[in-house]
């Protein structure tokens, strides 16, 4: 009897032991998950390498939507060609010019480029260092949409992943500078409760000379809340209180998107302005 007993306490004991083991095991993955140093780097591109872009990294959309020109109006096609997008000295060019252009049936006055990353990921920290164009009706942006957006001629939609359309995919602008608003740089959270024109999920600060001087822009993004910030100070944070299909739609990868667009308004004395980046650095 006295050993069956000692049996039964070890059997007792070994199982107190493994759910201690097993609940510790889950707190530390909990942890993990939550966990906002985000310092280790998983992605980037220098620029260091003088010429076109890296293939391998990016890839130049240029389909139209359907009706021949960009949505809101605007008036530029992009290109894939060198002229408009390249590296030089160290810095990522992303050329708008004033020219005539005919692409896709299509006969436009600008052109610009616009940036896919081949490279997608779930939560974790933006950083870019870039120096805005100038003149009125430029639009530069630096921002991300979900792999899942159904929008022929994207780079993950060519791949097979379009499903969704904007804005319940979600959209996330780390920042947008228009020129006739010189020197004030925004962030935005595009969902469905709050998108396009009428976006409630907005904010941003004027920053001096932000097209002559190089500033850094970020992104943080936890499962939690999104920060966003220039030269470390931040501007505008995302944290709806009740996360769902349309507020928080951002529990998938995204992918980065450069662009310079032009605007109806545009100064007709523009001739041509780039945006220059130094380096773009995903963490997690």
Request: include cysteine.
């Amino acid at each position: 009897m006295k050993k069956q007993f000692l049996i039964y306490g070890l059997l007792i004991i070994g199982a107190l032991l493994l759910s201690y083991y097993i609940l510790t095991g889950m707190n530390t993955a909990k942890v993990n998950e939550t966990a906002t140093d985000l310092t280790t780097l998983v992605w980037a591109d220098e620029f260091d390498v003088d010429g076109p872009i890296n293939p391998e990294k990016w890839f130049l959309q240029t389909q139209l939507p359907p009706g021949g020109s960009w949505w809101g109006g605007l008036i530029q096609h992009y290109t894939d060609r060198e002229e408009n997008t390249f590296v030089k000295d160290g810095y990522l060019n992303l050329v708008a010019k004033k020219e005539t252009y005919t692409d896709q049936g299509e006969t436009k006055e600008y052109t610009g480029a616009r940036l896919n990353s081949k490279f997608a990921f779930t939560r974790g920290k933006v950083e870019v260092r870039a120096k805005m164009p100038k003149g009125t009706g430029t639009w530069p942006a630096i921002w991300m949409l979900n792999t899942n957006i159904d929008e022929d001629g994207a780079y993950w939609d060519n791949k097979g992943y379009g499903k969704v359309k904007w804005p319940a995919c979600g959209e996330i602008d780390i920042l947008e500078h228009w020129g006739k608003n010189q020197d004030y740089v925004s962030s935005a959270v595009h969902t469905a409760s709050s998108h396009g024109d009428t976006v409630e999920n907005l904010g941003g600060r004027t920053v001096d000379n932000v097209s002559d001087d190089f500033h850094t822009y970020s992104l943080e993004w936890t499962k939690e809340k999104m920060i966003f910030e220039i030269d470390g100070v931040t501007h505008y944070e995302y944290n709806p209180t009740i996360k769902n299909k349309d507020t928080w739609p951002f529990n998938n990868n995204y992918y980065i998107i450069l662009n310079i667009a032009i605007e109806p308004d545009i100064d007709p004395s523009f001739t041509e302005s780039a945006m220059l980046v130094d380096y773009i650095r995903v963490y997690q």
